[in-house]
């Protein structure tokens, strides 16, 4: 058995992970990143593949290097939006294109770059359980056989949904979120898919509803490289993901004699960031706390913010000799005042879904315009206009719409108490001690929104 002694350890060698390391090793920490995959598969992630642009990935990777590399298709201009029971509907993407990528490539680069910084990989090193007494102080992990034994300052739980570290650490006497539960989370299929001849649509990402609260996708990688997957929520009844994704392919004449290159599922978070992600010597980032957006499923760019602000609030614990919980405190604070608090927002229209049939939702959809329906969806968690003074003028809507008054009013309110939650998530506390006032507000808000929509509590 080998004892191996650094700053951080960081587990799992994802989006999370490899801006983790790289940061801290750019910082001049001595960091070690162990990734249960071998070299060779490192960096093969179920995904989508969509990300809006780069601009948001922290500086310390070669932002063009992974452009160039694994960004094949840099021209998404727009959201389509496939509706069976009507007229379809783009919504254009303001500002910076988005892009779809060749995942693995992608996840390669980002390899590379954590060790151009000086991060040391290690692959092939599955960690098993952490070491602990009173604080996280190392993990224990096995390499072909082999037991192996990591101390550090600090662990970095970069090891995505569903964390194993979260099962062995133990959380009492901390604010660590623990109330966690499989049914907030989604379970998703992809296949990448080549097809005879050229997609029309290699300008936009497109969306079909699927029942119980999914979507579809066809993501175009290239003009003729499709990755085409779908998902589910886990807290309703469980599709058959490969056969429903079969069924549609084979319905759809692009796909024809089309062949499948790759197959990948996974589990992905649904649910709001974790309300605190830090303990002792232990911080989670990226999907092991739930840095996605939870009604599109996107994870990569919160994962890569979360993995440079842990490392860099890791590193300054670390030169101050602490590393309490009030000592990593800082990083809570900064994933709920950026990304969280929209992406909390976002999770109250996924529980408003739950509480409405597909059919029903697909219904006021199909009757609203498409330009009302944009500005209602809004893109930051609440809207963008004063829907309900356009509804009351819009006599053509309002004879469409008739029916589905109830619920459209319902997601109107949805959407200002969507507005309000984010102005709690602003007031996040900068210190422990704030916490449980600043949850009991925000549980008291999502209590109104229980209230509102008769959906059954998601937490
Ligand atoms: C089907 C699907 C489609 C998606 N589509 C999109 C999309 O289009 N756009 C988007 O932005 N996001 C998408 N996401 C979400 C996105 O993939 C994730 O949010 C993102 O990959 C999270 O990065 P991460 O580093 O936190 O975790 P991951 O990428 O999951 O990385 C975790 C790493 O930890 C390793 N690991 C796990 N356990 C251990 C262990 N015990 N020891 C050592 N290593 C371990 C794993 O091998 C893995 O390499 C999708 C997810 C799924 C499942």
């Given at each position: 058995?080998?004892?191996?002694?650094?700053?951080?350890?960081?587990?799992?060698?994802?989006?999370?992970?490899?801006?983790?390391?790289?940061?801290?090793?750019?910082?001049?920490?001595?960091?070690?990143?162990?990734?249960?995959?071998?070299?060779?598969?490192?960096?093969?992630?179920?995904?989508?593949d969509?990300?809006k642009?780069t601009?948001?990935?922290?500086?310390?990777?070669?932002?063009?290097?992974?452009?160039?590399?694994?960004?094949?298709?840099?021209?998404?201009?727009?959201?389509?939006?496939?509706?069976?029971?009507?007229?379809?509907?783009?919504?254009?993407?303001?500002?910076?294109?988005?892009?779809?990528?060749?995942?693995?490539?992608?996840?390669?680069?980002?390899?590379?770059?954590?060790?151009?910084?000086?991060?040391?990989?290690?692959?092939?090193?599955?960690?098993?359980?952490?070491?602990?007494?009173?604080?996280v102080?190392?993990?224990?992990?096995?390499?072909?056989?082999?037991?192996l034994?990591?101390?550090?300052?600090?662990?970095?739980?970069?090891?995505?949904?569903l964390?194993?570290?979260?099962?062995?650490?133990?959380?009492?006497?901390?604010l660590?979120?623990?109330?966690?539960?499989?049914?907030?989370?989604?379970?998703?299929?992809?296949?990448?898919?080549?097809?005879?001849?050229?997609?029309?649509?290699?300008d936009?990402?497109?969306?079909?509803?699927?029942?119980e609260?999914?979507?579809?996708?066809?993501?175009?990688?290239?003009?003729?490289?499709?990755?085409?997957?779908?998902?589910?929520?886990?807290?309703?009844?469980?599709?058959?993901?490969?056969?429903?994704?079969?069924?549609?392919?084979?319905?759809?004449?692009?796909?024809?004699?089309?062949?499948?290159k790759?197959?990948?599922?996974?589990?992905?978070?649904?649910?709001?960031?974790?309300?605190?992600?830090?303990?002792?010597?232990?911080?989670?980032?990226?999907?092991?706390?739930?840095?996605?957006?939870?009604?599109?499923?996107?994870?990569?760019?919160?994962?890569?913010?979360?993995?440079?602000?842990?490392?860099?609030?890791?590193?300054?614990?670390?030169?101050?000799?602490?590393?309490s919980?009030?000592?990593?405190?800082?990083?809570?604070?900064?994933?709920?005042?950026?990304?969280?608090k929209?992406?909390?927002?976002?999770?109250?229209?996924?529980?408003f879904?739950?509480?409405?049939?597909?059919?029903?939702?697909?219904?006021?959809?199909?009757?609203?315009?498409?330009?009302?329906?944009?500005?209602?969806?809004?893109?930051?968690?609440?809207?963008?206009?004063?829907?309900?003074?356009?509804?009351?003028?819009g006599?053509?809507?309002?004879?469409?719409?008739?029916?589905?008054?109830?619920?459209?009013?319902?997601?109107?309110?949805?959407?200002?108490?969507?507005?309000?939650?984010?102005?709690?998530?602003?007031?996040?506390?900068?210190?422990?001690?704030?916490?449980?006032?600043?949850?009991?507000?925000?549980?008291?808000?999502?209590?109104?929104?229980?209230?509102?929509?008769?959906?059954?509590?998601?937490?």
């Open positions: 058995m080998t004892t191996e002694t650094r700053d951080i350890v960081v587990v799992g060698g994802g989006t999370a992970g490899c801006f983790a390391a790289a940061s801290a090793a750019q910082d001049g920490l001595d960091v070690v990143l162990l990734e249960r995959k071998t070299e060779k598969e490192a960096g093969h992630i179920a995904c989508g969509a990300i642009g601009s948001t990935f922290p500086d310390v990777i070669d932002r063009q290097y992974l452009r160039d590399e694994s960004f094949t298709n840099q021209n998404i201009q727009r959201a389509h939006f496939i509706n069976p029971k009507g007229a379809n509907y783009d919504i254009p993407f303001e500002g910076e294109s988005g892009s779809v990528i060749d995942r693995k490539r992608y996840g390669e680069v980002l390899l590379e770059e954590a060790d151009r910084a000086g991060a040391d990989l290690q692959y092939n090193t599955v960690v098993q359980d952490v070491t602990q007494n009173g604080r102080t190392g993990v224990t992990a096995t390499r072909k056989g082999n037991h034994e990591y101390e550090a300052d600090v662990v970095i739980d970069a090891a995505g949904a964390s194993l570290l979260q099962d062995k650490v133990d959380f009492n006497g901390t660590y979120d623990t109330n966690v539960d499989y049914s907030q989370f989604c379970s998703a299929y992809r296949e990448v898919i080549e097809t005879e001849q050229p997609v029309d649509y290699d936009a990402i497109v969306f079909k509803p699927t029942e609260l999914g979507y579809l996708w066809y993501f175009p990688r290239t003009d003729r490289e499709i990755n085409a997957g779908l998902g589910f929520q886990m807290d309703q009844p469980p599709l058959p993901l490969v056969d429903v994704l079969k069924n549609d392919l084979e319905n759809q004449p692009e796909f024809r004699n089309a062949e499948v790759d197959k990948l599922g996974a589990a992905l978070p649904t649910r709001r960031p974790y309300d605190s992600a830090v303990a002792p010597g232990f911080m989670s980032v990226g999907d092991a706390a739930a840095h996605v957006n939870p009604t599109t499923g996107g994870g990569i760019p919160g994962a890569a913010k979360a993995g440079h602000w842990a490392a860099e609030i890791a590193g300054e614990a670390i030169a101050d000799g602490d590393l919980e009030s000592a990593l405190w800082e990083y809570n604070q900064r994933i709920q005042t950026d990304f969280g929209r992406f909390a927002a976002m999770d109250l229209y996924n529980i879904g739950t509480a409405h049939e597909v059919d029903e939702l697909t219904d006021v959809v199909t009757a609203l315009p498409g330009e009302m329906l944009i500005d209602l969806m809004g893109k930051e968690g609440e809207t963008t206009l004063g829907a309900v003074d356009k509804l009351k003028t006599l053509r809507t309002a004879i469409e719409t008739r029916g589905h008054w109830k619920t459209l009013y319902e997601g109107y309110q949805v959407s200002n108490l969507a507005s309000e939650l984010k102005s709690i998530y602003d007031e996040y506390p900068s210190t422990p001690s704030g916490f449980e006032a600043w949850q009991a507000k925000r549980d008291e808000l999502m209590d109104e929104v229980y209230e509102l929509t008769g959906a059954e509590p998601k937490y």
